[in-house]
């Protein structure tokens, strides 16, 4: 289990002196998701259990208000105030993660990581509330196609939060974890349809007895239930506009706004259980009641679904490629907007599947909070081993550990045996190249792409070898860069230059005229999605190594830390 996960025990454990795991005390699993997000825990039953919050909801809106200098409001109260005090409030903050942007509110800067913190400090003020007991240990999920970029700005938000982060864990993995635990049985195949709030995957999971491993993924970071909504939204809108003719202009208006927003969101919920809604609306003296039909909504929003068959098509030529043999044996409906009957019945159309909901809304926090428990578990195992004095001292020291939790959670020693030894591996949902000048044309860069989307991992180590561009030069500046887009592109603009991702080699000696020296340059992923890359000049050995660490630096990190740790988090 604990190897091929995306983030590391060691690294996990951030903020505390020896790195370490503390041992198996409450741990959790948390959705962060785009629209709503949810926290998890192993109950005394042995059950992943979702943790409400404080209006009895086991979804929290990731949504986050800057009330005052010192207040901030999460969830549905801040949802409810997106267009009446817009200037303050901020949704879909994690469509942004891993970018370089940043927010001013009450004269403070924040960035996207500070802002998930306060979703993810009310998270965790919910579930001690609901488990009467601290929050420190975490998994959190990402979408599978969040890249390198985007994850480690995931866990930079869970450190700002105060949280003890033991691994980033894929949502489609979550989900499998969680359907593993529930059915179990037979080795499969399975094709995760992940619909979010405002992300959307799919990824293609082989669910074994030992292993569960990611064969591909791709997906879209910027299309989810969020743009259904948006549709709706403006859809209702103009309706209303061309039906009531209001004296003034409804688009002024926030609060009018917002309860349109409402009704959109609403709507399309109930139009998932029936064939239309009636929806009425009131403003400056004008009212309109305007009729919904599900086969509108669906026409309206069309463009929308195929964007998702499309990269579901992109998956299975994928799969193809890496797994010629591979069949699809069951689609599994993840993410609250898989609700909407147009998605079952177009993949069934598309693809002759009988695709499923699997507790689409909390799988996945269920799922990651199984994942805690188990990293843990192996984590404690480890080190009971390495403080054994044998090797009979070592087997029999992690025996105790599982009976220990098996007694603490409910659970059977069985059960904890295969949690904490199943394998999870994982692959790139990015391609990672190195810059470099096109000799026929010098005034054009491209990446070389050494590392490529969907590339098992580890990977492995990749080579080649690189020349300087000039006679008698003497430095090389190497820059590594990571695929931004859905499809690679060795075009410069299809890529984003990874934060320390370069290094310059100085100390060349000047080559003789038409001769250039030659760099030989090695990458390499390990599990954990970590990257290093190696480059020599070959005639001297100097040598550059680059270990990519991303995101915020130690010094923004510690200010955020601090600008976060002095805020109130209310709901």
Request: glycine share 8%; net charge negative.
């Amino acid at each position: 289990m604990a190897e091929g996960v995306e983030g590391r025990a060691g690294e996990g454990a951030r903020g505390r002196a020896d790195g370490g795991v503390k041992g198996a005390g409450r741990v959790f699993g948390i959705d962060l998701g785009t629209t709503y997000s949810a926290i998890a825990y192993i109950d005394e039953t042995g059950r992943p259990t979702v943790c409400r919050n404080d209006t009895n909801s086991e979804i929290t809106p990731s949504v986050v208000q800057f009330e005052t200098p010192t207040n901030v409001v999460v969830g549905e109260s801040a949802k409810q105030s997106a267009f009446i005090d817009a200037d303050s409030v901020v949704s879909l903050i994690k469509r942004q993660m891993g970018e370089n942007k940043e927010y001013e509110f009450h004269g403070k800067i924040y960035t996207p990581e500070s802002i998930s913190a306060l979703i993810l400090r009310r998270l965790a003020a919910d579930a001690a509330s609901y488990t009467d007991g601290p929050v420190e240990q975490v998994v959190i999920t990402v979408p599978a196609y969040f890249g390198a970029r985007q994850k480690e700005a995931t866990n930079k938000a869970g450190l700002i939060a105060g949280l003890d982060v033991v691994g980033i864990l894929p949502e489609p993995v979550a989900a499998a974890v969680h359907y593993d635990l529930t059915k179990g049985g037979a080795d499969k195949t399975v094709l995760v349809y992940d619909l979010g709030g405002g992300t959307f995957d799919t990824t293609v999971i082989q669910v074994g007895a030992s292993e569960i491993t990611v064969i591909c993924t791709d997906g879209d970071t910027n299309l989810g239930g969020a743009d259904w909504d948006a549709r709706l939204r403006d859809h209702l809108l103009e309706r209303f506009v061309a039906q009531a003719r209001p004296a003034e202009s409804p688009e002024d208006d926030a609060e009018f706004l917002q309860e349109v927003a409402n009704k959109a969101e609403e709507v399309k919920k109930q139009l998932s259980v029936q064939e239309s809604r009636p929806v009425q609306l009131r403003f400056a003296g004008a009212a309109a009641r305007i009729e919904v039909s599900r086969a509108e909504f669906e026409t309206m929003t069309v463009d929308l679904l195929d964007r998702t068959i499309e990269i579901v098509r992109r998956t299975l030529t994928t799969l193809g490629e890496r797994a010629p043999d591979a069949t699809i044996d069951e689609v599994l409906l993840v993410g609250g907007s898989t609700r909407m009957p147009m998605v079952a019945a177009r993949l069934t159309k598309e693809f002759g599947w009988d695709p499923r909901l699997h507790d689409p809304e909390l799988a996945v926090a269920r799922g990651a909070a199984i994942f805690a428990l188990s990293r843990v578990v192996y984590t404690m195992q480890q080190e009971a081993k390495e403080n054994a004095g044998s090797q009979a001292d070592a087997e029999r020291a992690a025996a105790q550990v599982v009976t220990d939790v098996a007694r603490q959670y409910g659970l059977s020693e069985q059960t904890v045996k295969q949690l904490s030894s199943k394998k999870t591996r994982s692959v790139l949902p990015k391609a990672f190249g190195v810059k470099l000048l096109d000799l026929s044309n010098r005034d054009r860069y491209y990446i070389k792409h050494l590392a490529f989307a969907n590339d098992p991992l580890p990977t492995g180590d990749r080579t080649f070898t690189a020349k300087t561009i000039h006679h008698a030069q003497t430095e090389v500046l190497i820059e590594l860069y990571e695929q931004a887009g859905t499809v690679v592109s060795e075009e410069l603009s299809a890529n984003n230059p990874l934060s320390d991702g370069s290094g310059r080699i100085t100390g060349i000696p000047p080559q003789p005229v038409g001769q250039l020296a030659n760099i030989d340059i090695v990458m390499s992923i390990d599990e954990d999605g970590l990257l290093q890359l190696r480059a020599t000049e070959r005639s001297t050995g100097k040598h550059l190594v680059i270990t990519v660490t991303i995101g915020l630096s130690a010094e923004q990190l510690g200010l955020a830390i601090d600008a976060v740790s002095t805020i109130s988090v209310s709901s």
